[in-house]
């Protein structure tokens, strides 16, 4: 009974009251967010013998408290985006206080033009601490696509974990199986060897920044970090609407990278392309990535013929209409149709996937 009335609001506890302390504590916060449907008048006329109004302070540390974490980044994100709580870009302590995770980041992102100072500042720290999360769950797979691959039939003298030759290590050991224990005795252990592959590619990365792609700007961010610290490969990070902007210099730190995204804006993939097509120095090992729902704004034939002279080249190119955990593309079904018929690749992605798909061209 307690979670329906919690459901249907303060204005049905005449017919169905509340039962329990936490559960009043409850009602409050919500109603301090979600009574604002009604309207601000409503709210602020509501009289009674009630507890004090909180502020957006308190209001957070209780949402904390009282809700499991999946629902405290509900809440605030219905905080930033439905209702507008300004005090969340003014008071950097209010930002400081709440639960970063990548669909905050989002809307953070998407209202950072309204924050200076020190309310910058914080933002820019809660978009460091899910830029770390993101690459600590992102770089072991993605790292092991470009470092190498296993090979078999050579012994390594790095003695790891990630090398063990477990088939090799049986085999050679059998002579040694102890019958009346039943226990096989380790005499030698066998590593595969890893072959590296330090012949520099060059990834051109033309990042979207539309509204609509600001999951893939966040993991396209995240993974021009990682691969910038990989010794084969010279990463270039271009991001545009219908302005472009070449942020290689920054490609290193995916905090910069963030804090220079204008999410939002036109659309201009053809004059994106044109500027990539000027960082190709060596086309057969260089590929470039377009990460863009291909909502063209310009010409369609200005698109399709920049990409042709890409693809003629020798380059590889991949559109990637998506890139994120959940790689559901949302895109122009004409323009990935067409482009994949001149021969570049166009598909949706998740990073790991991705890490193979670049790790197997590069091999």
């Not at 500042?121 to 690459?135: D, I, N, P, Y």
């Not at 790292?143 to 003695?159: E, H, I, K, M, Q």
């Not at 966040?218 to 270039?236: N, T």
Request: with cysteine.
């Amino acid at each position: 009974m307690n979670r329906w009335r919690l459901v249907l609001g303060q204005p049905a506890e005449g017919s169905m009251p509340l039962q329990g302390g936490q559960a009043m504590e409850m009602d409050q916060v919500l109603d301090f967010l979600y009574g604002r449907e009604g309207g601000a008048d409503q709210r602020s006329d509501r009289g009674g013998t009630g507890p004090s109004q909180l502020t957006v302070p308190q209001w957070l540390r209780k949402v904390r408290t009282l809700f499991p974490q999946e629902t405290v980044q509900v809440l605030q994100r219905h905080a930033l985006d439905r209702y507008q709580l300004s005090e969340i870009l003014t008071d950097p302590q209010v930002l400081d206080q709440m639960e970063p995770d990548q669909a905050l980041l989002e809307t953070i992102l998407s209202l950072k033009g309204q924050m200076k100072g020190p309310v910058l500042e914080a933002a820019r720290r809660l978009a460091a601490k899910v830029a770390a999360e993101l690459t600590k769950k992102m770089e072991m797979d993605l790292r092991r696509s470009f470092l190498g691959r296993l090979r078999r039939d050579t012994s390594s003298p790095v003695r790891s974990m990630r090398n063990l030759d477990i088939q090799k290590t049986i085999r050679r050991n059998l002579r040694h199986y102890d019958r009346e224990r039943q226990q096989l005795v380790l005499e030698s252990i066998y590593f595969s060897g890893r072959v590296k592959r330090f012949n520099t590619w060059r990834i051109v990365m033309a990042v979207d920044e539309s509204g609509s792609m600001a999951d893939a700007v966040i993991h396209s961010a995240v993974m021009a970090g990682i691969f910038s610290r990989m010794p084969m490969i010279d990463i270039r990070l271009v991001i545009f609407d219908t302005q472009v902007v070449d942020l290689s210099d920054r490609a290193g730190d995916p905090v910069e990278t963030l804090m220079s995204v204008q999410l939002g804006g036109g659309t201009d993939i053809a004059k994106a392309l044109t500027y990539c097509q000027s960082l190709i120095v060596n086309p057969h090992r260089t590929i470039l990535l377009l990460i863009s729902d291909l909502c063209e704004g310009g010409p369609l034939d200005r698109l399709y013929r920049v990409c042709g002279e890409i693809l003629e080249s020798g380059a590889k190119l991949t559109a990637l209409t998506a890139l994120d955990r959940r790689a559901e593309p949302i895109h122009n079904q004409t323009v990935a149709a067409k482009l994949a018929g001149m021969g570049a690749f166009v598909g949706a992605m998740t990073p790991e996937r991705l890490g193979d798909y670049i790790g197997a061209i590069m091999q």
